[in-house]
């Protein structure tokens, strides 16, 4: 079930815009919901959110149960192998500024040749070494990334952040980024505005997904 909701994903974002909220939530009941309420995809929120690393496996187990996309979205790269370890189909990092940051992400997030992530075949995501090794290397190495892109600093550094081979979303987060133009808050300024529809431009141009709230 994990590979074929990841392809699913992967093809609802080549076709369509995906629809998904953020969890900020401990509840794997409350993430079942979301999932049988027709959700794309979940948001696993450790960045904001009230959960850890102790409690993601039931939350991306009710997510693979109601058959919707787990995406959890890390506070910093320890968290991206672990996360990945407990099945998620996709990490989301925030806070990316640069291609050279960008590259740190795919390291942690890829298996050889593509990255350096730590590696383990007794963990979830390998059905605790079930499935066979190399089967699971390479499956693995399928998990979407979603950068974030926040400031002013990543916006002027999109065109090097998009180049970098394996990013599949940038992901604009309009709250930071308004705070890095000196509009605390204020998304819908003219500022914010500007710099998020250049960026979706950029992207479409590199045939990059974009995201952003709603």
Not at 133 to 141: C, D, E, G
Not at 186 to 198: A, G, S
């Amino acid at each position: 079930m994990r590979w074929q909701l990841m392809a699913n994903f992967r093809q609802r974002l080549s076709e369509r815009v995906v629809v998904g909220p953020f969890a900020k939530t401990s509840d794997p009941a409350m993430v079942e919901v979301m999932g049988l309420a027709g959700m794309d995809f979940v948001i696993l929120d450790l960045e904001h959110g009230p959960g850890d690393v102790s409690s993601l496996g039931g939350l991306i187990r009710a997510a693979e149960c109601a058959g919707t996309m787990p995406i959890v979205r890390v506070m910093d790269d320890s968290q991206i192998g672990r996360a990945l370890d407990l099945g998620a189909g996709g990490i989301q990092v925030p806070h990316v500024d640069s291609a050279e940051r960008a590259e740190q992400v795919m390291a942690c997030a890829r298996f050889a040749p593509e990255g350096q992530r730590g590696v383990c075949r007794y963990v979830r995501a390998a059905d605790y070494a079930n499935l066979e090794k190399q089967t699971y290397f390479s499956k693995a190495n399928d998990a979407v990334v979603i950068l974030q892109v926040e400031g002013a600093k990543g916006l002027e550094a999109l065109d090097e952040i998009i180049t970098v081979p394996g990013v599949d979303v940038i992901f604009i987060g309009v709250y930071d980024l308004s705070q890095s133009l000196g509009v605390m808050g204020e998304v819908d300024h003219p500022k914010v505005q500007r710099c998020l529809t250049d960026a979706v431009q950029r992207c479409r141009a590199h045939g990059i997904a974009i995201g952003t709230f709603t």
